[in-house]
């Protein structure tokens, strides 16, 4: 596994995003504390990393697409699931528009299925790992590689790792979070060609597969 790139980031990043041309991954970063938000476009192909000039005004807010512009969509109020608004951010202008409005993503973004306990993948995954999995865990088969997501107790709380084999040997394997209440999905996706994580909420990962 050869590792492409990797940043910490003082906030919890909240999402991510890929571009309409896969090109640009689009983090959404967040500080609870202070209820800020950051964005910042990494470029796939040179691995240059900005940070976007657009603050949307409202924390319930996320982010829809990324072509060019960033378009979000954005709840007026966080007990109203029909005041939902959507924008088009271009540096520091905002703009509503129709969600219609909001172009049409063709990402190719492979991500992992899920497998629950009492399936019966669920049941040859534990079992070929040979630990006692308290959760679901997700599974992914590309280009001779098998990605696994798994968890194990540490106490009362939970610890998620990242496990890459090749031809049935250890390529990598990461704590990926701990102290987690239950699982969660969406630990890892690929796209063209590339593994992309974040560990501890706060720092991003990708690797060449």
């Given at each position: 596994?050869q590792p492409l790139f990797q940043k910490p980031f003082e906030?919890?990043i909240w999402s991510s995003i890929i571009s309409n041309d896969?090109?640009?991954?689009?983090?959404?970063?967040?500080?609870?504390?202070?209820?800020?938000?950051?964005?910042?476009?990494?470029?796939?192909?040179?691995?240059?990393?900005?940070?976007?000039?657009?603050?949307?005004?409202?924390?319930?807010?996320?982010?829809?697409?990324?072509?060019?512009?960033?378009?979000?969509?954005?709840?007026?109020?966080?007990?109203?699931?029909?005041?939902?608004?959507?924008?088009?951010?271009?540096?520091?202008?905002?703009?509503?528009?129709?969600?219609s409005e909001i172009p049409y993503s063709e990402n190719v973004?492979?991500?992992?299925?899920?497998?629950?306990?009492?399936?019966?993948?669920?049941?040859?995954?534990?079992?070929?790992?040979?630990?006692?999995?308290?959760?679901?865990?997700?599974?992914?088969?590309?280009?001779?590689?098998?990605?696994?997501?798994?968890?194990?107790?540490?106490?009362?709380?939970?610890?998620?790792?990242?496990?890459?084999?090749?031809?049935?040997?250890?390529?990598?394997?990461?704590?990926?979070?701990?102290?987690?209440?239950?699982?969660?999905?969406?630990?890892?996706?690929?796209?063209?060609?590339?593994?992309?994580?974040?560990?501890?909420?706060?720092?991003?990962?990708?690797?060449?597969?």
């Open positions: 596994m906030g919890i896969n090109n640009l991954l689009v983090l959404d970063v967040r500080n609870e504390a202070e209820k800020s938000i950051e964005y910042f476009k990494l470029n796939l192909d040179t691995y240059q990393i900005a940070q976007l000039l657009t603050q949307p005004s409202s924390w319930w807010s996320m982010i829809e697409r990324f072509d060019q512009q960033l378009f979000l969509s954005e709840y007026k109020s966080e007990n109203d699931p029909n005041s939902k608004m959507f924008y088009r951010l271009d540096g520091d202008n905002k703009k509503e528009i129709a969600e973004i492979i991500q992992p299925s899920i497998y629950e306990p009492g399936s019966g993948y669920f049941k040859t995954v534990r079992e070929f790992l040979g630990l006692d999995l308290p959760c679901a865990c997700e599974y992914l088969e590309i280009d001779r590689k098998i990605i696994l997501s798994y968890y194990l107790r540490s106490g009362k709380e939970l610890e998620r790792y990242l496990l890459v084999l090749q031809e049935g040997k250890k390529a990598m394997k990461v704590l990926q979070d701990n102290q987690m209440n239950g699982f969660a999905s969406g630990s890892f996706f690929v796209v063209n060609g590339r593994l992309i994580f974040i560990k501890n909420r706060n720092e991003i990962f990708v690797y060449a597969i």
